[in-house]
Structure formats: C-alpha cells, structure tokens
C-alpha cells in the first residue's frame, strides 16, 4: 500500500465522517425543529388555558348574587307589594342539583287588577340583582265569586273589575364553584 492509497482511504474516511456527521446534524436539526413545534403547540394551549380561567373568573364575578330561599321569598313579597301584587300562595322551594349549578323553584299563586301590575312585577323579578328568573308562567283574566252580588237586598248587583289570576314559578341559580 502506497502513500497513494492511505491518501484515498483518509479522504474517503473524511468524507464519510463529514456525511455523517451533517446526516447526523440533519437527523438532530430535525428532532429540535420537532420538539420547538411541540413547544409551541403546548404553550399556545397554555395561554389558552390562561384566557379561559380569565373568562371563567370574569363570568362568575359578573354572574347575579344568589339568594337563600327564605330571603327569597321575603323579596318577592316586597316586589308583589311594590307592584299591588297579591301573593294567594307559595309553594315549598325545591332545589335541585345539577353538575355546574343548583336550581332552587318556588311556585307562587298570584292576583292582580291588571296585566301591567303583573308584567312589571315580572319585569322586577327578572331585572332583579340577584340570579331569580321567571321559569313558567300562566294566566288568565276571570271575575272572583263574589264579584257579582248585591251590596244590600233589592240593589242592582254591581260587577267589580275582573282580577287576574296568575301562576308563576320562580327559580334561583346558584354556580357550584
């Protein structure tokens, strides 16, 4: 073997050694380009973590004030009063629980001399502070049975003005935290 030869196989040697070093720097440029992506994906779900929870803490600090049933039920009593409102009756409260909130409904038998007393009652239960909306509601304009009688023997019956009887159901929304 002439100097030739060692010449030919340390040039050769070189050169794969620089092949494959650059392969090998190719294989790792590759493998950093993938992992810095990798990076990227997860930070971009971080901060849209982030965002969220500020959304979510946002909402429940803007979200209505809930109320006990009791205290409830004191308000609604105020606000029929407010609005010549008569309360004939309340049901019990019933709360129920779901996964992010509990429901609590109260059922309310109502009387009133006109549909705009009523509507406003309403309009001040939903536009309330606390977290009370309107769940169902049903009426209808009928004469009370002793609306129509004589007021001493041998009058003319005089007809008083029709009340309006009202069903209304009320429920209460509370975020489980």
Same mark, same amino acid.
């Given at each position: 073997?002439?100097?030739?030869?060692?010449d030919? *196989?340390?040039?050769f040697?070189?050169?794969?050694?620089?092949?494959?070093?650059?392969?090998?720097?190719?294989?790792?440029t590759k493998?950093i380009?993938?992992?810095?992506?990798? *990076?990227?994906?997860?930070?971009?779900?971080?901060e849209?973590?982030?965002k969220?929870?500020?959304?979510?803490?946002? *909402?429940?600090?803007s979200?209505p004030? $809930?109320?006990?049933?009791?205290?409830?039920?004191?308000?609604l009593?105020? +606000?029929?009063?407010?609005?010549?409102?008569?309360i004939?009756s309340i049901?019990?409260a019933k709360?129920?629980?779901?996964t992010?909130?509990?429901?609590t409904?109260?059922?309310?038998?109502? $009387?009133?001399h006109?549909?705009?007393?009523?509507s406003? *009652?309403?309009?001040?239960?939903?536009?309330?502070?606390y977290?009370v909306?309107?769940?169902?509601?049903?009426?209808?304009?009928?004469?009370?049975?002793? $609306?129509v009688?004589?007021r001493?023997?041998?009058?003319?019956?005089?007809r008083?003005?029709?009340?309006?009887?009202?069903? +209304?159901?009320?429920?209460m929304v509370?975020?489980?935290k």
């Amino acid at each position: 073997m002439g100097i030739e030869e060692i010449d030919v *196989f340390k040039f050769f040697g070189k050169v794969f050694v620089v092949f494959y070093s650059f392969g090998y720097r190719d294989r790792t440029t590759k493998e950093i380009k993938a992992k810095i992506t990798e *990076f990227e994906t997860k930070l971009s779900a971080i901060e849209v973590q982030k965002k969220s929870a500020e959304h979510l803490a946002d *909402f429940f600090k803007s979200f209505p004030e $809930a109320i006990p049933s009791e205290p409830l039920i004191n308000y609604l009593n105020n +606000l029929a009063n407010q609005n010549r409102i008569e309360i004939i009756s309340i049901f019990p409260a019933k709360k129920t629980s779901k996964t992010l909130y509990e429901l609590t409904t109260l059922q309310m038998q109502l $009387a009133a001399h006109a549909y705009a007393d009523l509507s406003l *009652f309403i309009y001040d239960i939903e536009n309330s502070p606390y977290a009370v909306r309107i769940e169902n509601f049903s009426s209808n304009a009928a004469s009370l049975a002793a $609306a129509v009688r004589p007021r001493a023997p041998g009058e003319i019956p005089v007809r008083e003005e029709p009340q309006i009887r009202a069903t +209304l159901r009320v429920g209460m929304v509370e975020l489980i935290k």
